[in-house]
């Protein structure tokens, strides 16, 4: 895969950055990455190592990585701002990938303008059974544990040596955790040393309205293809933060009239950071 550049455009009032790869493999179409909450447009990188030669974008949502930190950070939101970011660089013939929120935004997306895509792969995405958009009850993102992250490092070695081998982040690859840290924090604006590229009550507040937006009345409007990857299950009606499990609703691969359901009981939630190269099979065809 050729150089990443870095990358600006105003959309919904909001600077969104964005990195390019393959920009020379563009007349063959464009892979479109979308991030989960709390993550940023480089946790993609290894899974874009394993796309060869195509012309790949990742952006970085509102709220994380480079790009401003602008409210509202609400669900229907991110679905608008992805509208738009494809709009304002006039992307077509697109495979997308979105992973965790990015599959809710992405869907959103493309539900409302789907002529500039071919397929699209949702990687474990939020999109939540029927009954738990009804029994949503937001909690104060000041209350949720995500809203307490440590959120201040020296550098990214740093945050590298705090997470490594922690929870979840124990079962990423080392190089999918290094790049996570690298381009996850920013300078400190009020002293020495770095601070989360998506702020802990931002994170915060985007989880606790994980199920304000039920978009189940945009699934089955969607008509090219559509791939579900979905990691192991979770018991049901659990609300908990195990992210070893996933938190897709089982069935919503069949609410797409084209739509595909895989199932990958051996790997968790994050899969983009565990199985790179199995994720990009699926992004590039490859996988059956």
Known sequence: MSECSENHVTVNGVDLCWFEWGREFSSAGTVLLIHATGFHARCWDQTVACLGERHVIAVDMRGHGRSGKTPPYEWDVFGADVLAFVRALDLSDIVAAGHSMGGHSLTQAVARDESRYRRIVLVDPVILSPE?????????????PVSRRRNLFDDARAMYDNLKGRGSFGLWRDAALVDYCEYGILPNPEGPGYVLACPPIVEATIYTGSASRN????????????????AQQREEGSMQMDFSKSPTWPQLADGFPAGRDVYLPELSHFMPMQAPELVANYISGEAV
């Open 215 to 230: 978009i189940h009345d945009l699934v089955g409007t969607i008509d090219i293809p559509v791939t579900v990857l979905r």
């Open 132 to 144: 738990a958009y009804a029994m949503y009850r937001p909690g104060p993102a000041e209350e949720h």
